[in-house]
């Protein structure tokens, strides 16, 4: 009877560590926003193959809700960006550098496209800073663009 109470108290122990409640998890208000949002890297191609092209930039941190979306307007023609892609990130506060990563869906081989981003707050409101035009041209079948630079290995402490 010991084993079996033993059994059950640490099961429901568990089962509160492990879940939510409501009384632990606390939505933090706003961060104060940015007195302005600045693209300090990029927008650059990232990587492009036959199924998906990433376009990276990296912002001073943008404050205001934590729930964010990098977008990015495209198209084949410089006045006509006429589709658009955006991928969620959820800021750190802690860091005063954000970095937006957008998934473009598959795009034709050999075909130059033009881009611009910016990026928004889950309520939809701009945090005011949009780049220029920019371009790239997709790689022909089973061919890879890669810019971005390797990232160093972690090193064994």
């Given at each position: ?68 979306f ?17 991928s ?20 034709k ?6 881009y ?21 041209t ?20």
């Amino acid at each position: 009877m010991k084993r079996v109470l033993f059994a059950l108290a640490i099961s429901v122990l568990s089962g509160s560590l492990l879940s939510s409640s409501p009384a632990i998890a606390q939505l933090l208000p706003p961060a104060k926003k940015a007195a302005r949002v600045q693209i300090t890297e990029g927008p650059a191609l990232e990587l492009s193959n036959g199924y998906l092209t990433i376009i990276r930039w990296t912002t001073n941190n943008p404050g205001g809700s934590d729930e964010h979306f990098g977008v990015v307007q495209y198209g084949t023609d410089p006045k006509n960006l006429n589709e658009m892609a955006k991928s969620h990130i959820r800021l750190n506060r802690g860091h005063s550098d954000t970095v937006f990563r957008v998934r473009l869906g598959a795009l034709k081989p050999k075909t130059t496209y033009y881009y611009k981003v910016t990026s928004i707050e889950s309520n939809g409101k701009s945090d005011g800073e949009e780049s220029a035009v920019n371009r790239f041209t997709t790689p022909g079948p089973g061919e890879v663009i890669a810019t971005s630079p390797p990232q160093p290995a972690p090193q064994a402490k």
